[in-house]
């Protein structure tokens, strides 16, 4: 069974273009969410998705990001017009219900140039 | 900001002696807490979960203590070893409205030979 698979595990943007980064749950896993690192700090809260359907879209923010999980296919994070603050690791998790473990990806790392 | 924190952001310990990490939470709505293991590199790595109704829970060489009336979680490590060394994340989870774990700073945990 595999884990939680992210692509890319590195993105190089220059300012102004967008990045796309692709979560592949657990499978049996229908609850997905994003999660931004800084360098030497925790994980803030970006978007909780389940199939179709976002549910707290509380850490995004307002412009630029935006985040799915089509029925079929992996959950994307999109960025667009991407800012050199935008350089981070950017990691999924995914769970089988509410209230249950959380497995993580290995992450994506956004570098914006 | 963030509800959950850390006493120390680093610990340092001797091979083979007990680690105790420490977390503060501030929402006592919240009603299940993970600890998490993040490598260097790598995506956080469960390692032990607690729900409210409970006060304990053990693992293999890990233990998680949960103190309610002070709203503070601990993580055990016994007979630390090498592979030990990374930074553990405790994070707790609302479980009302907001659908989100929430993640503290983070300890570096690093040991000596």
């Known amino acids: 069974n595999a884990g939680v698979m992210q692509n890319p595990r590195h993105l190089v943007r220059r300012r102004g273009q967008e990045a796309r980064l692709r979560c592949s749950p657990m499978k049996g896993h229908s609850h997905v969410y994003w999660y931004r690192q800084l360098p030497e700090e925790g994980l803030k809260f970006m978007v909780y998705?389940?199939?179709?359907?976002?549910?707290?879209e509380s850490g995004m923010p307002k412009e630029r990001f935006s985040a799915e999980f089509p029925k079929e296919g992996p959950s994307i994070l999109r960025i667009q017009q991407v800012v050199r603050g935008d350089s981070a690791a950017y990691f999924c998790?995914?769970?089988?219900?509410?209230?249950?473990?959380?497995?993580f990806g290995q992450g994506t790392r956004l570098t914006v140039v | 900001g963030e509800s959950v924190g850390l006493h120390l952001p680093t610990l340092s310990v001797q091979e083979g002696d007990n680690s105790i990490i420490n977390c503060a939470y501030s929402?006592?709505?919240?009603?299940?807490f993970i600890w998490y293991k993040q490598e260097s590199g790598k995506g956080p790595q469960f390692i032990i979960d607690?729900?409210?109704?409970?006060d304990k829970r053990q693992g293999q060489r890990v233990t998680v203590l949960l103190n309610k009336t002070v709203k503070h979680l601990s993580l055990q490590i016994a007979a630390t070893q090498p592979g030990d060394s990374a930074v553990y994340f405790c994070a707790e989870h609302t479980g009302q409205g907001a659908q989100k774990l929430v993640f503290g700073q983070g300890t570096r945990l690093t040991i000596n030979p």
């Open positions: 929402n006592s709505a919240s009603d299940y």
């Open positions: 998790a995914s769970s089988r219900d509410r209230n249950t473990e959380a497995f």
């Open positions: 607690i729900r409210s109704n409970m």
């Open positions: 998705l389940q199939k179709e359907n976002i549910i707290d």
